[in-house]
Structures are given as C-alpha cells and as structure tokens.
C-alpha cells in the first residue's frame, strides 16, 4: 500500500482563498517533501521538511510535520488560478533504502 | 545541462515490442531515480541508482523491465515485449544525494502508449 495518501483526493476553491492538504505515512521517515506537478508530466519541488522540523514556510506556502501522528500538511495562502495543479507528498524513510514513496496526490483547482 | 531531460517525450509502441527510454540527469548527480505513473495515479518507484550500481530494483514490476546506467550519468529503461498495461508516463529524477536527504529533480517524463 502507498507510504504517503493525501487528503482529499481533490479541491476547488475560489482565488484569493487558502487551500491545505494532508499527507499521511507508515514508516519512519528522515524527511518529508511536497512536489507540484502540472498537466500529468514533470514534478516540481516545493519544499522539503525534516524529521526534526514541525514547520517551514516558503512564500505562500507552509508545510507543519507532526512526527508522532506521521502527517503533514500543506497550506496554500491567497490561491492563484496557476496553483491549478496536483500536489503530492513524498517521504523518504529511515529503513535503509534511499527511495522515496510518493502518495495519490490531491488535485487543486483555483477558479479564477 | 539545466535540468533533467528524457527522451523521447512520447512513444506508441505496439504490443510485444521492446522500447527504451532514456534519461539524462543534472550534470554531477550521483542519485537516479525511475518513477512510473499511470493516469490519474500517484508516482510508482521502480529503481534507484547510485553512481551506476542500482541498490534498489524492488520496484521493477516483472523481468521484462531493466535499466542501466553509464558512467555515472546516462540511464536507460528498458521495457520487452511490452504490455497494455504498460502504458503510463515514465519519469525520471537525480539528486546530489544518495542518502534520502536531498531534493529530487524531475525530468518532463516519457509518455508510453502500448497498442
């Protein structure tokens, strides 16, 4: 079964609102990353969070990981109809192997 | 080069042909990863890389899926007598470190389609 699972599969907002998404994972994990990905094809990094960190900011966006209830967040301030995108988490765990495990993602629309 | 690149960025193949996809990483990269998503699906690890030995195959589906990397650098997925269900889009991704511990970078991905 998949490490990480988002929450909820999908969302749609209006621009100008705030949008936050929910990661879940099993194992472990040395780190825990949000990647944007557009139109089904390459994905990009958005921020990267550590296991000894419970929060970091980058722009508009703010990701908290809470290690005891293995789950993060990402909240997206004042949406733009280009934040139109899926938003996945990945975590890379602690078992030895360097992999990481991407969850189902959530689809993000922002209608303008 | 700026970023990764793979090629092609589309392929049909028929059924039962083999196909190769490539991928060309950040110049320097020591880590290459291989990701499969299908349509509407979250990333599916199929291998990872370290310099040119793979430490990590689990996520091969079957036998008929290889990769290979050269020099550190160039890698290539190699699919046999394809399948339907192989059908997705391929990604590749490389990071400066092979610890788990750095950002991965991602290619545009290679669109296969079996008939």
């Known amino acids: 079964s998949q490490q990480g699972e988002e929450d909820p599969q999908a969302l749609s907002i209006q621009e100008g609102e705030n949008a936050t998404m929910n990661c879940s994972y099993k194992t472990s994990i040395n780190n825990l990353q949000w990647y944007r990905q557009n139109s089904g094809r390459g994905l990009v990094h958005l921020i990267l969070i550590r296991s000894n960190e419970r929060e970091k900011h980058s722009g508009r966006l703010r990701v908290t990981l809470d290690t005891s209830k293995k789950s993060s967040s990402l909240l997206i301030t004042a949406s733009r109809a280009a934040d139109t995108a899926s938003y996945f988490c990945?975590?890379?765990?602690?078992?030895?192997?360097?992999?990481?495990?991407f969850g189902t993602g959530t689809r993000l629309k922002v209608l303008a | 080069g700026a970023g990764v690149s793979q090629s092609p960025s589309n392929k049909v193949t028929e059924k039962g042909k083999d196909v190769e996809l490539r991928c060309d990483p950040i110049s320097g990269h020591t880590a290459l990863y291989w990701y499969r998503q299908s349509l509407g699906q979250g990333l599916e690890f199929l291998i990872y890389?370290?310099?040119?030995?793979?430490?990590?195959k689990s996520g091969l589906p079957s036998d008929r899926f290889s990769a290979e990397r050269t020099g550190g650098s160039v890698s290539t997925l190699t699919i046999q007598r394809t399948q339907q269900e192989d059908s997705a889009v391929y990604l590749c991704?490389?990071?400066?470190?092979?610890?788990?511990?750095?950002?991965?970078?991602f290619g545009p991905g290679t669109r296969l389609t079996v008939l």
């Open positions: 890389f370290q310099g040119n030995s793979a430490p990590d």
């Open positions: 991704a490389s990071s400066s470190d092979s610890g788990g511990t750095d950002t991965q970078y």
């Open positions: 990945a975590t890379a765990t602690t078992s030895g192997t360097y992999k990481y495990i």
